[in-house]
């Protein structure tokens, strides 16, 4: 992949980063390997996404460059005054570089994933018009 590309896919992530998401991608939550289940290996739309993904000082549970989309997982830890403050704090960097968020909490992948999928699926299509 050529730098330019990787730079842009990244947003300059600095490698300590990158190795925090490489022990994320070993350690994934059952929300999130249920939902890479479903969305690895271009299953939705022949998007690729990636899981743990490197942006800028975040790292993001999934992302799709070509469309510029996060996707969230939010377990319980989410629910306090000051996770919920972090994390519209962070969607709102992440909305500054160009880049969607969506989020899902665990209780909706772990219990109708179905349609978590069909959500995702048409939020994509959207993306892509």
Do not use: S
């Amino acid at each position: 992949m050529p730098i330019d590309n990787q730079v842009n896919m990244f947003f300059n992530a600095k490698p300590h980063i990158f190795e925090k998401a490489k022990d994320l991608r070993k350690n994934m939550t059952p929300a999130e390997l249920k939902l890479w289940k479903y969305i690895k290996n271009n299953q939705i739309l022949g998007l690729r996404f990636r899981r743990q993904h490197p942006i800028d000082i975040f790292i993001a549970d999934f992302y799709c460059h070509q469309i510029k989309l996060v996707i969230e997982l939010d377990g319980e830890v989410h629910n306090n005054n000051e996770n919920h403050e972090y994390d519209v704090n962070r969607t709102a960097e992440l909305e500054r570089l160009g880049i969607t968020v969506i989020r899902f909490n665990n209780h909706e992948i772990m219990d109708n994933i179905e349609k978590v999928v069909e959500q995702l699926k048409k939020i994509c299509e959207d993306l892509l018009r």
